[in-house]
């Protein structure tokens, strides 16, 4: 089914019109799907935004109307989960990148000792903040260095929720941080 305007079609695909007829149509389907993968309102917004750029930007391809709600469902979903699938490396790497400096710092003056000992009081202080389970979790990966399956089967759950919990652990810390 194509789209009925009063705007002739254009050799690029999409007119402007059918274009903001999209938008209009499906932004609410679209947040939601980013929404419940971030579970983040301003994430999702920016998520959503970058869905309906790149259908801009891919609009001589979007023929019919059963195509785009395909193309922008699919896109939302994989969106959201590129984007957790970063910040959950990012949150790793960034870890890594603290625990290695402190291990090549070797010697540690009494400003660093007062620097760590009021970080690690404030990680515990934002780790009481969490779920317990997502505490739990947390725990086990950075303090005892357990991979995600240990986690899971000493935890009785699935290793996606033992990833869940990490994430969410995760990013709540590094949003108090940052």
């Known amino acids: 089914m194509s789209f009925k305007t009063n705007i002739p079609a254009n050799q690029d695909g999409l007119t402007v019109q059918e274009y903001e007829n999209i938008f209009k149509e499906y932004w609410k389907d679209v947040f939601k799907i980013c929404h419940y993968h971030t579970r983040d309102d301003q994430t999702a917004a920016d998520l959503t935004q970058n869905v309906f750029i790149m259908v801009w930007q891919k609009r001589s391809f979007l023929k019919d109307e059963g195509m785009i709600k395909h193309y922008l469902l699919r896109a939302a979903k ?5 984007f957790n699938r970063q910040q959950k490396n990012r949150g790793e790497k960034t870890l890594q990148f603290h625990a290695e400096s402190n291990m090549v710092a070797g010697i540690n003056t009494t ?3 007062v620097y760590q000992s009021e970080a690690k009081r404030q990680l515990q202080q ?3 903040k969490l779920p317990i389970k997502s ?4 725990k086990m990966s950075i303090y005892e260095g357990l991979d ?5 089967d000493r935890m009785d759950m699935g290793s996606k929720n033992v990833e869940y919990h ?5 990013r709540f810390i590094k949003s108090k941080i940052f």
């Open 126 to 128: 934002y780790l009481t």
């Open 166 to 170: 990490l994430y969410k652990a995760i």
């Open 135 to 138: 505490q739990a979790v947390f």
């Open 78 to 82: 994989l969106e959201a989960l590129n």
């Open 148 to 152: 995600n399956e240990a986690i899971a």
């Open 111 to 113: 400003e660093q000792d």
